[in-house]
């Protein structure tokens, strides 16, 4: 059956009248008429009842009319997603962690085969650059660590949460000392490390937020400081012996040069998955959300591996 005849039987239950559903619909009376005796003899059951010069559905009829609501909605669902696919052929990603573009990239050919004309837009961005820019509709999925999902603009999914390790020399007489554990707490710094150099994490970043809270804490001033913006050549001066950071885990690499620590009490930054929440997701969309949620613990590090170097 044409699914515009849907309609027909939809509009009798309306307005209770063949000749007032006709008008309705901008048909003939005696075309809706014949429609509808012609579809009762289809189905040998009467669909309207005639009382007091009004029509009413049998039990059958609301059988029917129930079914033709269903279909009509799910061709209306078809209609939008069909749309929003059309228009879904270009995605806008931005990130601030490191390991989000290794993602990206392994991601991508297995989007391509079911997406192959959609368009994706990838840039890296900071912290409050990402925010504004999902707040003003110019990222559609965005990847970012904090240490709070709270305030956070669109939808908000926490991916996982991520330690903050304390980064040391492996010559530093520190990396000596008997700890099975390969953990620190925070009054450890003033006693081990008050005259050594340390590499800050950048301004209003996760990082320096951690950095910040555990000195005011422990009154730990470092002898001397420098700030970086890219918390993987932090470990990169660690390992030349330039001085001891602290840095999120996917930001360390294995090296004989570097010892890492896990801080005691735990620290950790939340890595976030956004996106847009004032419209619904398209097609392509939702695979790019699957996708990253199903892939992304492939890129954490061994915990293990790194404190057991």
Same mark, same amino acid.
């Given at each position: 059956?044409?699914?515009?005849?849907?309609?027909?039987?939809?509009?009798?239950?309306?307005?209770?009248?063949?000749?007032?559903?006709?008008?309705?619909? !901008?048909?003939? /009376? %005696?075309?809706?008429?014949?429609?509808?005796?012609?579809?009762?003899?289809?189905?040998?059951? @009467?669909?309207?009842?005639?009382?007091?010069?009004?029509?009413?559905?049998?039990?059958?009829?609301?059988?029917?009319?129930?079914?033709?609501?269903?279909?009509?909605?799910?061709? /209306?669902?078809?209609?939008?997603?069909?749309?929003?696919?059309?228009?879904?052929?270009?995605?806008?990603?931005?990130?601030?962690? !490191?390991?989000?573009?290794?993602?990206?990239?392994?991601?991508?050919?297995?989007?391509?085969?079911?997406?192959?004309?959609?368009?994706?837009?990838?840039?890296?961005?900071?912290?409050?650059?990402?925010?504004?820019?999902?707040?003003?509709?110019?990222?559609?999925?965005?990847?970012? @660590?904090?240490? $709070?999902?709270?305030?956070?603009?669109?939808?908000?999914?926490?991916?996982?949460?991520?330690?903050?390790?304390?980064?040391?020399?492996?010559?530093?007489?520190?990396?000596?000392?008997?700890?099975?554990?390969?953990?620190?707490?925070?009054?450890?710094?003033?006693?081990?490390? @008050?005259?050594?150099?340390?590499?800050?994490?950048?301004?209003?970043?996760?990082?320096?937020?951690?950095?910040?809270?555990?000195?005011?804490?422990?009154?730990?001033? %470092? @002898?001397?400081?420098?700030?970086?913006?890219?918390?993987?050549?932090?470990?990169?001066?660690?390992?030349?012996?330039?001085?001891?950071?602290?840095?999120?885990? !996917?930001?360390?690499?294995?090296? %004989?040069?570097?010892?890492?620590?896990?801080?005691?009490?735990?620290?950790?930054?939340?890595?976030?998955?956004?996106?847009?929440?004032?419209?619904?997701?398209?097609?392509?969309? /939702?695979?790019?959300?699957?996708?990253? /949620?199903?892939?992304?613990?492939?890129?954490? %590090?061994?915990? $293990?591996?790194?404190?057991?170097?």
């Amino acid at each position: 059956m044409d699914i515009k005849y849907l309609n027909y039987v939809l509009a009798i239950d309306q307005y209770k009248s063949i000749t007032r559903a006709a008008k309705a619909l !901008s048909i003939s /009376q %005696p075309t809706l008429s014949q429609y509808l005796s012609k579809l009762e003899e289809e189905l040998g059951t @009467a669909l309207f009842l005639k009382h007091d010069g009004e029509l009413y559905p049998t039990p059958s009829g609301k059988i029917y009319l129930a079914a033709c609501r269903d279909i009509r909605t799910m061709q /209306q669902a078809f209609k939008q997603e069909a749309s929003l696919l059309m228009q879904s052929e270009h995605i806008r990603l931005v990130a601030s962690i !490191s390991w989000s573009v290794k993602l990206f990239c392994h991601i991508l050919p297995i989007f391509k085969k079911e997406f192959p004309n959609c368009t994706l837009e990838f840039s890296e961005e900071n912290h409050s650059q990402i925010k504004k820019m999902v707040t003003e509709g110019k990222a559609d999925i965005a990847l970012l @660590a904090d240490i $709070s999902p709270n305030g956070l603009p669109g939808f908000s999914q926490i991916l996982g949460k991520e330690d903050i390790l304390l980064a040391v020399p492996a010559n530093h007489p520190f990396c000596r000392l008997p700890n099975p554990d390969h953990t620190i707490a925070p009054e450890e710094f003033v006693r081990h490390f @008050a005259d050594n150099h340390f590499i800050l994490a950048a301004e209003n970043s996760n990082v320096r937020r951690i950095e910040e809270q555990m000195f005011r804490q422990t009154n730990y001033f %470092p @002898a001397s400081t420098c700030r970086i913006k890219h918390m993987n050549h932090a470990a990169v001066m660690v390992s030349k012996n330039f001085g001891i950071t602290m840095l999120p885990a !996917s930001c360390a690499f294995l090296s %004989p040069d570097i010892r890492y620590y896990q801080l005691k009490p735990r620290a950790y930054r939340l890595n976030l998955l956004c996106y847009q929440q004032s419209r619904p997701l398209t097609p392509g969309e /939702q695979m790019m959300l699957t996708l990253i /949620q199903t892939h992304y613990p492939m890129f954490q %590090p061994s915990l $293990s591996g790194l404190l057991q170097n």
